[in-house]
């Protein structure tokens, strides 16, 4: 390599170009550059983007948002001003960052929920304890852009014509439920995007305009967001309402449309509101009319039709004459010359235009929906046509209903108006033959509400469309589809069922429901109650176009939480801000020079460094920050101890944490809580830094004997409430907390109310302790109090340095305001000085002024002569003449006093400190008493009463069944009666058609439990984490509780209470292979498991039992061989090795059981087999002499086409306990037996045994057998 010193070395050729600014290149090692480019973006993060300052708590993002909305004036007694206004201003002028990322910092200034003092004022939704996210900063819309109101559907520029004016309208939001909007604005021209989706559904809005959403989020699940229309992209899918509606509440008054007729015409009467036949009449009209030459024109085949819209004008417009023939076509068709009726149906919203400029009448839009129904049964009488179709699919039969028109903005408008009938439609293609459009109603369920909805005026089209009635509902459309949800459940859910079914569309869902409430968590179960609650109609994004010229748009401002509304289908979001009061205690002064200015990042402005902060928010509000290598985590407290704990530490400079602790008693968190343990608190404040015991407010009510409930109403801070309930939930659905009946939140705008109702008899305490312990009802709050000292500084600080730095930062505001309040008060009285002295010379003056030929000699001679200073000078030329009088003189005198004395006490001020801090203790008196509050959060002083999972659940004797599809029960012995031997027992799980029972073991629930799989290798779990289950129920997928692959099958099962005393594991594959490890090898297994034993190809690990280094071992065959031998002939390995071999198989044959025998107790051991058609017996162990390891055994069972092969086998001893006299078989479709070992008979090797159990099904076998 060459030398690192020639890298600097210049050329020539270099020192040529040094002159011309090569010299500006410096040539820096990599490791030196990136060291320094690391450390300058770790102080970068440190100072001025992570951590808050010691004396405002504020990081940089918030203090420049409270001091941009301070100066465009959004004072907490001024108006509300849209979010996206403060985010402008705050991105303009202070912070070159996203606007996500200024938005995201207003949002938690806001949060009643996160801030013990909100800074502020936030109108609209700014999220939820529930998670819910905060409402876009802002939505407009283009003028066209139709809305579901109570007047009507509506274009927003039609609200008002006004810039902001206030309304009374009710609007569709997106839970489908009709809210207050009581607001209107036109936001001027901006540059908006117009987006298409593939069904030709559109809308266009600013950039920041947001629209709910269908799509994966962070964790891979399908969810709905907010996503802004810049954001948009093709891959996204918009949500379109179409399952809630909303029409005017009354029909449309025409009153001020109906003209006066001219002297030569006729009167006519017209009617004074919209009503059905009106509104099927401007249908007709729409589809069929024409205008030329002052008349309008109609004319149809259909007589039926056309007598109806004869009759109705004849109805409606009394005293009119109609001019009617008949032309080509067998069409008949009438004129309307009246001018009065003209006019009058081209004011309530009939086009004269070409068919090409065709629109829905705004007055069939304002009015109810019976109106609208008319409007179009008749509309597409005229333009829309049903066709029966003969096809392969969908046995033969489909319909197909199309609408035909010219006139693009038509089409458009239709789309959303059919929305509101549970309709939705393809996007339309043009005819380029006859220029018109196409719009064809899609989905066998929007062609059936049509039907029912709306329909045809002819007979002909009605039978034609009826007969979907008799067509196959289970179709399934094109274009009605959910996304991402079959392959979501897929792959988090591997189990038959959802692979053979699809649930992409609504019906399958429904159909599929129940099913699949047996195998979703609760939080998927709750995401399919709202896909088929809500049915929106799921729209790819085709086109995103972004038009040059800029449009006028106009937002709503929906008084609700939500602050959602429909408009042309897609759902809309916004919020409004100003600042609160306890905020401008934060900036007042900031005009005095009290805190330094800094340049902003492009330099064209000044913004403070800190805020002058007249209250600690620091610890008010808390703050929670990530830098590089370190972060902060500050609790909020109480206004009033805070206040009280200062004045504290300015009375006593050496007062200690256990006097201050009784002050400031602890965290004050905005959600209530209680708080467990002065202790750790007290660590806390005195370190900087602990860990503090949080739980949830909980109350326990008797509703009737035996019955209780537990309720929540004050939640754990920065807790999700709707987590917390869907975690309850899956708890509850996993058995791993019994005795819940029924969960419900039941929060609402006046509080947290989660209430839990328990089974009769339960204990409610021991549920609600097992809540604490498993769910986030009891949090730790871990306490760093690290903040910026001197505004530069990293330090962990104490309560008590806290508080003494924001003292010092006071003094030093308070020092600076007086000094700006004295320099002002100087300037002043040096003025009125001025003043005093030239109106007692007053005349001279005068005269003075009067000799000068102006203002600049005037001032000059005013210095020179009398002795005036500039500042002077000019006062007196500014002076009123009105100021010579005796009274302003004596005003001028007594100002001057007034100044002088406040110069006086300014200056004493500055002279003495302990005014100074009386001055900082009195401000904190008053802002104890203007914002002061009670505690919200309880402070127990003991500590939370320690438990293990273990004290919380009863150790109690199990039963756990293993499928072999891996599915997983936990469930008690007493669930299956003793019976007599040979009986059908009963079934003791629900399997799938192509599953069987794999294993069936005892065990007690406080047991841990290591998993041997297939593969070789082994997982730990506690049996308690096994979910309890009903007899029948087929229980839960390994794969929730092992880390296993697909292909993996748990071979072999151990408790780890029956090894406590054992040194080895004895392990024996399908094939024969056995392997001896020392026990300590497995004493911790990691939660990805570990190697057990290497496998051959092809070869399986299908038992795993404990030895004490000194036993024999047993190994059975299927054929019924079986072969004993000393345990020392096989010596211990690791649990990488592959083992030695144990029996001699013939082909076709492998181990099926496999047993550890004490020789102390041989005599008194029997070795139990049972085969596969439920034959069993038991004999003495002493029948099989002891061989060499590698053999090929003895017989042990006479297997027979009757008896079926051995399938199991065990050792157990001659004279059983009682406790473990019972042995329960189980057959691969489900059915157990459970009978007594001393039924069982003794019988040689070469017998075939006794019938234990008889089999129900043809072709059901035994699968496995366990002892209890």
């Not at 036949?277 to 009319?289: I, K, R, S």
């Not at 339309?428 to 196409?438: E, I, S």
């Not at 910026?788 to 600080?797: E, F, K, N, S």
């Not at 027979?1200 to 399938?1207: C, D, F, L, N, P």
């Amino acid at each position: 390599m060459p030398k690192k010193e020639n890298s600097t070395e210049q050329k020539p050729d270099q020192e040529k170009d040094k002159s011309k600014g090569a010299d500006k290149i410096l040539l820096q090692p990599i490791v030196d550059e990136m060291q320094q480019s690391y450390l300058d973006y770790a102080m970068s993060v440190i100072v001025s983007r992570a951590l808050p300052d010691v004396r405002d708590g504020l990081k940089p993002v918030h203090r420049r948002i409270l001091y941009a909305m301070w100066t465009i004036g959004l004072k907490a007694g001024g108006k509300f001003r849209k979010s996206a206004t403060v985010v402008g201003e705050v991105l303009g002028k202070y912070h070159p960052h996203g606007d996500s990322a200024v938005y995201d910092s207003l949002v938690r200034l806001a949060q009643n929920f996160s801030m013990r003092a909100p800074l502020v004022h936030g109108q609209g939704n700014f999220g939820s304890m529930d998670g819910d996210g905060a409402a876009a900063m802002r939505y407009c819309l283009t003028g066209d852009s139709l809305v579901l109101t109570d007047k009507g559907i509506v274009p927003i520029e039609s609200i008002s014509k006004k810039t902001e004016t206030a309304i009374n309208l009710r609007v569709l939001n997106y839970k489908g439920k009709a809210v207050q909007a009581d607001k209107f604005f036109n936001s001027g021209k901006h540059n908006v995007i117009r987006i298409t989706t593939e069904q030709g559904y559109g809308i266009r809005g600013t950039y920041n305009h947001p629209i709910l959403v269908w799509k994966l989020n962070e964790f891979s699940q399908p969810d709905f967001a907010w996503k802004l229309l810049e954001d948009i992209t093709t891959n996204d899918y918009a949500l379109i309402n179409r399952s809630s509606c909303l029409f005017s509440k009354q029909n449309a008054s025409l009153k001020t449309y109906k003209a006066k007729p001219s002297k030569k015409q006729k009167k006519i009467g017209l009617p004074s509101a919209m009503n059905k036949d009106l509104a099927f009449l401007l249908g007709a009209l729409t589809a069929e009319g024409s205008f030329s030459r002052g008349q309008i024109s109609f004319n149809n085949q259909d007589a039926r039709f056309y007598d109806k819209v004869k009759n109705i004008i004849i109805k409606e417009f009394p005293g009119i004459k109609l001019y009617e023939r008949k032309i080509k076509g067998n069409c008949q068709e009438l004129n309307i010359y009246h001018q009065q009726a003209v006019n009058f149906l081209h004011a309530i919203g009939l086009s004269k235009e070409k068919s090409d400029k065709k629109a829905i009448p705004f007055s069939v839009l304002a009015s109810r929906q019976d109106c609208v129904r008319q409007f179009l049964i008749s509309l597409f009488e005229g333009d829309g046509s049903v066709i029966s179709k003969k096809e392969k699919r969908h046995n033969g039969e489909s319909i197909e209903l199309t609408y035909n028109s010219k006139s693009e903005q038509l089409i458009k408008e239709l789309k959303t108006v059919l929305l509101n009938f549970g309709v939705t439609t393809t996007a339309p293609y043009q005819d380029k033959r006859n220029q018109c459009y196409k719009l064809i109603i899609s989905g066998s369920d929007s062609i059936y509400n049509f039907h029912k909805q709306i329909g045809f005026f002819s007979r002909e089209k009605k039978e034609k469309l009826g007969s979907i009635e008799n067509m196959n509902k289970e179709r399934m459309s094109k274009n009605d589809w959910i996304p991402h949800i079959t392959e979501y459940l897929r792959k988090n859910y591997p189990t038959q069922f959802i692979k053979k079914h699809n649930f992409d569309r609504y019906n399958n869902l429904e159909k599929n429901y129940n099913a699949l409430k047996n195998i979703l968590n609760s939080r998927d179960i709750l995401m399919i109650d709202w896909i088929l609650k809500n049915k929106f109609f799921f729209n790819k994004i085709k086109t995103i176009e972004k038009p040059k010229i800029k449009e006028t748009v106009y937002s709503i401002r929906v008084k609700n939480t939500c602050h959602s509304f429909v408009a042309n289908g897609f759902i809309n979001h916004n919020t409004e801000a100003k600042l609160s009061r306890v905020s401008e205690e934060m900036l007042f002064d900031i005009e005095k020079e009290t805190v330094d200015f800094i340049d902003n990042y492009d330099g064209t402005i000044q913004e403070p460094r800190v805020l002058p902060a007249k209250l600690p928010n620091l610890l008010l509000n808390g703050t929670l920050g990530i830098a590089v290598g370190m972060a902060t985590n500050i609790p909020p407290h109480n206004l009033t101890e805070l206040c009280d704990g200062v004045s504290a530490v300015i009375d006593n400079e050496d007062i200690d944490i256990n006097e201050l602790i009784k002050i400031v008693k602890g965290p004050d968190f905005p959600t209530g809580g209680i708080i467990y343990n002065k202790a750790d608190i007290k660590q806390a404040y005195a370190t900087g830094k602990g860990g503090i015991v949080v739980r949830a407010v909980t109350d326990i009510e008797e509703i009737k004997a035996g019955m209780h409930r537990i309720i929540v109403t004050e939640m754990p801070y920065q807790v999700n409430k709707a987590d917390l309930v869907a975690k309850i939930a899956e708890l509850v659905k996993d058995k791993k907390i019994d005795g819940i009946k029924d969960l419900r939140d039941e929060s609402d705008k006046d509080g947290v109310r989660v209430v839990v109702e328990l089974k009769k008899d339960t204990y409610p305490q021991k549920i609600l302790n097992r809540l604490f312990k498993l769910t986030n009802l009891q949090t730790t709050f871990h306490v760093n109090m690290l903040a910026l000292v001197d505004g530069i500084q990293p330090r962990v600080l104490t309560l008590k340095s806290v508080f003494e730095e924001f003292i010092k930062h006071r003094k030093e505001v308070i020092k600076r305001r007086t000094e700006f309040d004295l320099q002002k008060a100087k300037d002043r009285a040096h003025i009125l000085e001025g003043l005093v002295k030239a109106i007692s010379i007053i005349d001279k003056i005068i005269a003075l002024i009067k000799k000068s030929k102006d203002r600049d000699e005037a001032r000059i001679g005013l210095i020179k002569k009398f002795k005036f200073t500039e500042a002077q000078s000019n006062a007196i030329l500014d002076m009123r003449l009105s100021q010579l009088a005796n009274l302003e003189r004596q005003r001028l005198e007594d100002e001057l006093k007034e100044k002088k004395a406040l110069i006086k006490e300014l200056e004493s001020i500055l002279s003495s400190s302990k005014k100074v801090l009386s001055i900082i203790k009195n401000e904190l008196k008053e802002l104890k008493e203007k914002f002061g509050d009670e505690r919200r959060t309880k402070i127990i002083s003991g500590a939370v009463d320690t438990f293990s999972q273990e004290d919380l659940i009863p150790n109690e004797s199990a039963i756990v069944i293993i499928t072999h599809d891996g599915y997983i029960k936990r469930l008690s012995p007493d669930t299956f009666k003793t019976q007599i031997r040979g009986g059908k027992g009963v079934v003791g799980l629900t399997t799938k058609e192509e599953d069987a029972v794999e294993m069936f073991f005892a065990t007690t629930t406080h047991s841990d439990i290591l998993f041997f799989t297939n593969r070789g290798r082994v997982f730990q779990l506690k049996a308690y984490d096994v979910p309890a289950a009903s007899r029948t129920a087929k229980g839960s997928s390994l794969v929730n509780f092992l880390q296993i692959s697909g292909e993996e099958k748990v071979g072999a099962v151990l408790s780890l209470d029956d090894i406590k005393d054992s040194k080895f594991l004895i392990m024996v594959t399908r094939s024969g292979t056995i392997k001896k490890v020392p026990i300590e090898d497995f004493a911790n297994v990691r939660r990805s498991g570990l190697i057990a034993i290497k496998l051959h190809s092809g070869d399986a690990l299908e038992w795993v039992k404990p030895s004490n280094g000194k036993n024999e071992i047993m190994l059975i065959s299927n054929n019924g061989q079986a072969i004993r031998f000393k345990e020392d002939n096989v010596r211990p390995m690791g649990r990488a090795a592959s083992g030695v071999r144990g029996i001699k198989l013939k082909d076709a044959d492998n181990v099926v059981g496999m047993d550890v025998i004490n020789p102390d107790k041989a005599s008194q051991t029997l070795l139990f087999v049972i085969t596969a058609n439920g034959y069993g017996k038991k004999t003495s162990i002493k029948e099989y002499k002891i061989q060499s390891r590698g053999g090929s055994g003895i017989k042990t069972a006479n297997v027979t086409a009757k008896t079926g092969k051995v399938i199991g086998s065990m050792a157990v001893g001659e004279n059983l306990n009682d406790d473990k006299s019972d042995i329960i078989a189980i057959s691969g479709k489900g059915q157990t037996i459970r009978v007594p070992m001393k039924s069982v008979s003794k019988l040689g090797r070469a017998t075939q045994g006794v019938r234990i159990m008889r089999l129900k099904e043809p072709n059901d076998k035994v699968s496995n057998v366990a002892l209890v």
